[in-house]
């Protein structure tokens, strides 16, 4: 008796250029919050308690005092080009780009700040290859979060895009608190993730 090969996903095998943009958003099966960078597919490694807490810290923060020309998104694919779609955790759009409630993706110009809250797999990915191509993709802000020890809360790292350099510049790390005026007004309490 011969063992039956399982029927396999048309993804796991990667094109010979790699994938694009159009293969991310269109092929079946995908798991949830896969990235496609520089034409592979990156599938996410379960979360931590932190992860998505913090995520919801702070979108609730950034909702407060967003202006209504601009939106806050959770977990959604932003096209930076034909190889690039990562997937912030939260992303502050243009208010325009919002086209409706099926949409699946933003394009990297109608996104004003990006933040990605690090997990161990992903450090790398979020410190350099997504700090660049945010960077080359002109988003003008980018956070990176992280957790503290001992008492776990979060730790942002703010950064602005340098019109001379087109990189960015940190403008300052928050451990309690982020109160920053750019893109808008925001204050959050960074403690409150222990009410979570």
């Not at 096209?79 to 949409?103: C, F, H, M, T, Y």
């Not at 403008?171 to 403690?191: A, F, N």
Request: hydrophobic share 35%; no cysteine.
């Amino acid at each position: 008796m011969t063992a039956q090969r399982a029927e396999q996903p048309g993804w796991r095998m990667p094109p010979l250029d790699g994938y694009t943009v159009d293969d991310l958003l269109t092929l079946p099966d995908l798991p949830p919050h896969t990235e496609l960078i520089d034409g592979s597919l990156v599938l996410v490694s379960p979360q931590r308690y932190f992860h998505f807490a913090t995520i919801d810290l702070l979108v609730s923060g950034l909702r407060q005092t967003v202006p209504s020309d601009l939106k806050v998104a959770r977990e959604m694919t932003v096209v930076l080009d034909r190889r690039n779609g990562p997937e912030p955790d939260i992303s502050v759009i243009k208010a325009a780009a919002k086209k409706g409630l099926d949409q699946t993706y933003f394009e990297g110009k109608d996104v004003v700040l990006a933040v990605e809250v690090i997990s161990p797999e992903s450090e790398a990915r979020d410190r350099l290859t997504k700090t660049h191509k945010y960077a080359a993709a002109g988003i003008q802000y980018y956070w990176l979060v992280e957790m503290t020890e001992p008492h776990d809360h979060p730790v942002i790292e703010v950064f602005e895009l340098s019109a001379d350099t087109g990189t960015y510049r940190s403008t300052g790390t928050y451990r309690d608190r982020v109160k920053v005026d750019k893109p808008y007004p925001i204050d959050i309490d960074l403690t409150a993730i222990d009410e979570l």
